[in-house]
């Protein structure tokens, strides 16, 4: 490819908006455009290396059987309609399915580029299985081949459990560790766990048991939170009872839109695990509910009770029923109650573990401190549950013929921020530092001005001679100065550099520098292609 007749073109200044070092260079080098609204915009570079990361993970998903199809929208709803039209039989499982999509969020981060824009190139893998041992190796053999490429080009990731989300039963996440991601991990330094913190558990100490004494109002002006309270009272947080009104937003296709209203009650020096909400209701979404709702179920903002509600679903946190004498609100404004017990004073609807781990809690393991882990979540994977496959019809014949629901894993890896975390992992002061894997072209072929074309000619002969070994390069015959050619060389950032110019002639051949290197060395031309050869090998 020649430079002039490359699209993009290299820039001086940085486009605004990006604050970081990589996503800078990645926008000044050509590799992406930002645009309005959050997205952005894969240029030829860019589009070049994720077709060439792509190109490396399809070839070991072909490998374990995969296929390739191609459809748009969402995965789970394209999957299923292609599922129920073709999948009959239990011979055609294990399958393995993959696509490449362009999705758009709902939101972006600025300052983060392709970390956190809101249209992003994606690789989704669709394994659909019967849960055999086969199957289980499988699923060995699918993560390899996914997160073995990350590996080989350096991304170090974390991974953890993951929020599996409604109709999941499992997930599991791999982030690429930075201060400015926008997921987080919850980790054990001493024995290894690691989960998201909507999935994550936490080590709970037994409350000591104690006799449950008559429920008191109290008068506590001006308290509506939990801190307010716990000053007012001279208690620990932990000795109230801690109410959160939200809204469950329903969507099934097949019947009209419909909300509930939910209480959930957790310990008061706890925080609601709406994730946990989220998985436990089935629900689409999740919103705060409205002072009409909440008023309308015998509660009053800032001082709601579970006591004496109507007409919504309460759901207590695991810890409740085992805490004796807690202070709840009163459902009236300027008033608390004392001594209010689970079971006795008012019951659920679900008792479930609905409280948010945190860092400095106990390892659900070992009980060591749990701290966070913050970056970028590059591949996540979620085994969906049977009622799901259920829900929509997914099922296979076994070999007596009886109709069983299709087990489903489904891999998602983000492409466009994968290409974003590179460029932050492999860069310094003057540009891009692209490893050998990654780069679109490998080598980038710099031509010097020369005044009788000598340089020109040789450089040109250069070209054809390594692509007629398989290796393209990315020349710049440009009539620019040496500096602007060799700065914008080293934004770009291709692993190789050959200088052709009348001094490197003069010294038997070409220069030929790896990207990083202080010196270069004049390779004679008939050892151009096997010395290059060898570079790419190391």
């Avoid at 009209?256 to 209203?261: V, Y």
């Avoid at 860069?427 to 009788?452: E, M, N, Q």
Wanted: aromatic share 4%; with cysteine; hydrophobic share 40%.
């Amino acid at each position: 490819m020649r430079l002039d007749r490359l699209f993009t073109r290299t820039q001086r200044e940085t486009p605004a908006g990006l604050d970081l070092p990589g996503q800078q260079f990645l926008a000044r080098a050509g590799y992406f455009q930002p645009l309005s609204g959050g997205r952005a915009a894969l240029l030829p570079l860019g589009k070049l290396v994720i077709d060439r990361l792509t190109g490396k993970i399809a070839a070991g998903l072909q490998e374990l059987g995969g296929m390739e199809v191609n459809f748009a929208g969402d995965g789970l709803g394209g999957l299923s309609e292609i599922c129920r039209a073709h999948l009959r039989s239990h011979r055609q499982l294990p399958t393995l399915l993959y696509r490449r999509a362009l999705l758009e969020g709902e939101t972006a981060r600025r300052g983060n580029g392709l970390l956190s824009a809101r249209s992003r190139e994606v690789l989704e893998v669709f394994h659909l299985n019967n849960a055999s041992d086969e199957t289980k190796k499988l699923s060995e053999d699918l993560s390899m081949a996914l997160l073995g490429p990350l590996a080989a080009l350096g991304a170090p990731l974390q991974g953890g459990l993951g929020d599996c989300g409604p109709g999941g039963e499992s997930a599991h996440d791999w982030l690429w560790a930075h201060p400015a991601g926008d997921e987080s991990l919850l980790c054990c330094a001493n024995c290894g766990y690691a989960a998201a913190p909507g999935a994550a558990a936490f080590g709970r100490t037994p409350a000591e048991p104690e006799a449950a004494l008559p429920v008191e109002k109290v008068a506590t002006p001006e308290c509506k939170t939990i801190a307010e309270l716990a000053r007012f009272l001279q208690i620990s947080g932990s000795r109230t009872a801690k109410a959160v009104f939200l809204t469950a937003l329903f969507n099934n296709p097949d019947q009209p839109p419909r909300e509930e209203l939910i209480f959930a009650v957790v310990r008061g020096d706890r925080e609601v695990n709406e994730a946990a909400l989220h998985r436990l209701t089935g629900c689409d979404r999740l919103l705060p509910a409205g002072e009409e709702s909440i008023r309308a179920c015998g509660a009053v903002p800032g001082y709601a009770s579970p006591v004496g509600l109507k007409n919504v679903r309460v759901i207590v946190d695991s810890e409740i029923p085992a805490s004796s004498n807690l202070v709840s609100g009163a459902n009236a404004a300027g008033y608390h109650l004392l001594n209010v017990n689970f079971g006795r004073d008012y019951n659920a609807d679900l008792i479930a573990d609905i409280a948010l781990a945190q860092p400095g809690m106990p390892c659900p393991e070992c009980g060591a401190s749990l701290s966070t882990h913050t970056g970028f979540n590059l591949v996540s994977s979620r085994r969906m549950s049977t009622d799901f496959a259920l829900a929509r019809e997914l099922s296979y014949l076994d070999e007596n013929s009886h109709p069983l629901p299709l087990r489903l894993e489904i891999y998602h890896m983000d492409l466009s921020r994968l290409l974003g975390c590179l460029a932050e992992l492999n860069h310094d002061t003057f540009g891009l530092r692209l490893p050998d894997g990654a780069a679109p072209y490998p080598i980038h072929l710099v031509i010097l001005p020369s005044k009788d074309g000598s340089a020109l000619a040789a450089g040109l002969s250069v070209e054809t001679t390594l692509k007629a070994a398989g290796l393209e390069a990315l020349t710049d015959e440009r009539a620019e100065s040496p500096g602007v050619k060799f700065n914008d060389a080293d934004l770009i950032g291709l692993p190789l550099r050959i200088t052709v110019g009348e001094r490197s002639l003069r010294q038997g051949g070409v220069e030929l520098r790896r990207r990083g290197e202080a010196q270069g060395r004049i390779v004679p031309m008939e050892e151009v292609v096997i010395t290059v050869q060898a570079e790419l090998r190391a």
